[in-house]
């Protein structure tokens, strides 16, 4: 039987992310990555909008990101192999997230703690935040906040960086669906695929949002559904414009895109609990449209070109990542229930994990709050920035 001393189930950011990290950080051990889709038609990663974002409410989510960013800025040089160095079209552009008469006393709290832990978010009046974007129709709007640090990436190239570096490092990759994981006294002994069994006493579950039904698979509960959302990309009037990411008092969000485009999405009637990724073509005209063309009155002639559904990695329990091991496997690792929020946390993500697969603890950042410990402690994280 063939062995390996680590298999990852999973080829999407936080699989690869997690190879990269342990390779890099100078694990001397094997590592497998089995990912079902060669093609990762459905996997979030590639359908992700690709913002990122320190102003969350939260201590933990807020370095989380930090650190990302921090490894998003040097990207191209920890990623570079003899093939070259990957480019994510990173744009610090920031967030601009509209608050109304509800929501501002909350953007005052959180401006509070994003400030003490040194992210520079300013509070804005709706006129400032029209200097910004000065297209907008600020009815509505009593306040605003803004992070230049902030901003948005491609998702797809970040997925690529990771992967061809942990290769290059020497992770291997096979295409198989992982249908089943042994187990002895101990935890875990061995992956099963179709066609064969690979022993091994650590397996990573990064099945993204299959995560809580993969687990289910092998006799385990992890708090993960799929939770769909859909995206939309349209063409706009406005020509050599870049936007930050505007985060509407409605939820509804965009942010520039290429040639003179917008990538916009929010909360629309057909997000459900589901695998089927359709896209929601209709409710472009129902829910987002409107709300784009009510903030910035000349998106009433945009174009609507193209979008897809996704997969969010929904934690129905409290909406954050679950990271650490399994308290009822040992030898299962989880990195999931990002919800939305993958991406901007996936560098910080990945590190922790290997560095708690290869030293039993956490050495860059204390990701503990994230364990799944947590719900069985009644310890939940009450993240209230969640768009
Ligand atoms: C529409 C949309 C917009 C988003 N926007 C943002 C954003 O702006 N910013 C942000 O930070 N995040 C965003 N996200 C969230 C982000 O995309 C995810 O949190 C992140 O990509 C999750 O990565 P992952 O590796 O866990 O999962 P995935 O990328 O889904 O990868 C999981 C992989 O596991 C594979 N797999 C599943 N089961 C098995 C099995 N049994 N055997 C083998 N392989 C298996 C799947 O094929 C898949 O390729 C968005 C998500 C969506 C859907």
Redesign the pocket.
């Known amino acids: 039987m063939k062995t390996t001393d680590v298999v990852i ?8 992310c997690t190879a990269y990290n342990l390779m890099a950080d100078g694990f001397r051990g094997s590592v497998l990555l ?4 060669p093609l ?1 038609r ?11 974002r320190q102003q969350f409410a939260t201590e933990i989510n807020i370095r989380v990101v930090r650190y990302a960013v921090s490894v998003y800025r040097d990207f191209a040089e920890l990623m570079e192999t003899p093939n070259g160095r990957p480019d994510i079209s990173m744009r610090q552009n920031g967030y601009l997230f509209l608050a109304s008469e509800k929501t501002w006393p909350a953007f005052q709290r959180r401006h509070e703690l994003q400030t003490r832990l040194g992210i520079k978010v300013s509070l804005m009046t709706p006129e400032q935040a029209c200097e910004l974007v000065p297209e907008m129709d600020p009815t509505g709007v009593v306040g605003a906040a803004f992070c230049p640090d902030d901003g ?1 990436l491609d ?1 797809y190239s970040v ?1 690529q960086g990771f992967e061809a570096k942990a290769r290059h490092l020497g992770v291997k990759c096979e295409y ?4 089943d994981v042994e187990k002895d006294g101990q935890g875990v002994t061995a992956v099963k ?1 179709k066609t064969e069994t690979i022993a091994t006493r650590t397996v990573v579950n ?6 809580g ?2 687990a289910r ?1 092998i006799g385990v509960e992890v708090p993960v559904r799929p939770w769909r ?3 939309y990309v349209c063409r706009t009037p406005l020509s050599g414009r870049e936007f930050p990411m505007v985060v509407d008092t409605t939820g509804v969000h965009f942010r520039s895109e290429t040639g003179n485009r917008i990538v916009a ?1 929010g909360a629309t009637a057909s997000d459900s609990v589901t695998f089927d990724v359709a896209w929601d073509k209709p409710a472009f005209e129902d829910v987002i449209w409107p709300a784009l063309a009510n903030r910035i009155p000349c998106f009433d002639t945009l174009l609507l070109e193209k979008g ?6 929904e934690n129905p329990i409290d909406h954050n990542a679950i990271i650490g091991r399994h308290p009822d496997l040992p030898g299962f690792y989880l ?2 229930g ?9 560098p910080a993500a990945g590190k922790g994990l290997a560095e708690l697969i290869m030293r039993n603890e956490f050495r860059t950042l204390d990701l503990s709050d994230l364990s799944p410990t947590r719900f069985a402690a009644g310890k939940l994280i009450v993240e209230e920035a969640i768009i």
């Open positions: 189930v999973g080829g999407g950011v936080m699989g690869w089995i990912e079902r889709d990762r459905n996997t979030s990663t590639s359908l992700a909008v690709g913002g990122f948005y998702p997925l198989a669906e992982v249908i695929t990064a099945t993204g949002a299959w995560a039904e993969f698979q959302r859909q995206v999405a897809w559904g996704g997969l969010y990695d990195i999931n990002f919800s939305g929020h993958g991406l901007m946390q996936a």
